[in-house]
């Protein structure tokens, strides 16, 4: 019979374990202590289980990952590789970093800001977050486009705007595990230029982050940037993004891989 019974491995096994133990012994324990000490001793035994299952539902909301063991999962292997939907104000934040690009983009091409996009009110572009007006705002509609046609062109299931566990503050426009292989998608539209090499570095730096936060990483990582471009694609100015993200690549371990889609036939390939 004893041998039946497997490692305790996971956390909930080992808490419940621990509660029952001590529940059992100190009862077991109580009538042989002294009268004057009985009394304080049946507190500890009422307090003790509260207590710890305060410690537990706190757990549970804050960071319920730790309480399961990775062959919990279907993937152990991409137990500490968990994502979570990005919260609205740090999709917010990244979605107002890329107006402002694009901002300074404009500028320094002697262009005009883009249409339907007020890079001088933050309500606007949160505004922008609402599916019904993706139609006025290029990026985002170049972002719905490209992610869903790397979905398709590759037979991947991304996930979109998410988080790492560990890194609540930082968001990836869309992320697929597979077996072999951990893939972040960055999206971009460019009107007339392209990323400045200290834009690419910041987006490379953060997926550089979350590789560090899991520590050993069986699988090979690949950051795609999808690039959804307003001018053709034999433009000069491809070469020289492509160029500008293989110069910053070189400073990160990881695989960088650079994909290029004209802006008006991803629209026009939706209407088909």
């Known amino acids: 019979m004893i041998e039946k019974i497997g490692h305790i491995k996971n956390?909930?096994?080992?808490?419940a374990a621990?509660?029952?133990?001590?529940?059992?012994?100190?009862t077991v324990v109580l009538p042989f202590l002294e009268k004057d000490i009985?009394?304080?001793?049946?507190?500890?035994?009422?307090?003790?289980?509260?207590?710890?299952?305060?410690?537990?539902?706190?757990?549970?909301?804050?960071?319920?990952?730790?309480?399961?063991?990775p062959s919990d999962y279907t993937d152990p292997d991409s137990f500490e590789r968990l994502f979570k939907q990005s919260k609205p104000s740090v999709r917010l934040e990244k979605i107002e970093d890329e107006v402002r690009e694009a901002e300074s983009e404009e500028?320094?091409?002697?262009?005009?800001?883009?249409?339907?996009?007020?890079?001088?009110?933050?309500?606007i572009v949160a505004n922008q977050l609402d599916q019904a007006s993706l139609i006025n705002s290029p990026a985002l509609l170049a972002e719905e486009l490209l992610i869903a046609s790397l979905?398709?062109?590759r037979g991947l299931s991304l996930a979109r705007s998410v988080s790492p566990a560990k890194l609540p503050n930082v968001s990836f426009?869309?992320?697929?595990?597979?077996?072999?292989?951990?893939?972040?998608?960055?999206?971009?539209?460019?009107?007339?230029s392209g990323p400045s090499l200290t834009t690419a570095k910041r987006e490379m730096g953060k997926v550089a982050a979350f590789l560090a936060s899991?520590?050993?990483?069986?699988?090979?990582?690949?950051m795609v940037w999808a690039i959804a471009l307003?001018?053709?694609?034999?433009d000069p100015r491809v070469h020289r993004i492509r160029r500008t993200l293989n110069r910053a690549a070189m400073d990160f371990s990881f695989n960088v891989e650079v994909v290029f889609y004209e802006f008006a036939q991803l629209v026009s390939s939706t209407t088909r």
């Open 18 to 26: 621990f509660a029952g133990f001590a529940e059992v012994s100190g």
């Open 151 to 153: 979905s398709k062109e």
């Open 107 to 123: 500028v320094q091409g002697g262009g005009d800001v883009p249409g339907n996009i007020e890079v001088t009110s933050p309500g």
């Open 173 to 192: 426009d869309a992320v697929a595990i597979t077996r072999d292989a951990l893939i972040i998608v960055e999206t971009k539209f460019y009107r007339k």
């Open 11 to 15: 956390p909930l096994t080992v808490i």
């Open 38 to 69: 009985q009394y304080t001793y049946v507190w500890f035994l009422m307090l003790f289980p509260t207590a710890l299952v305060g410690v537990f539902f706190a757990t549970l909301a804050l960071n319920h990952v730790v309480l399961y063991a």
């Open 214 to 222: 899991l520590g050993d990483q069986p699988r090979s990582t690949t």
């Open 230 to 234: 307003d001018y053709p694609m034999d």
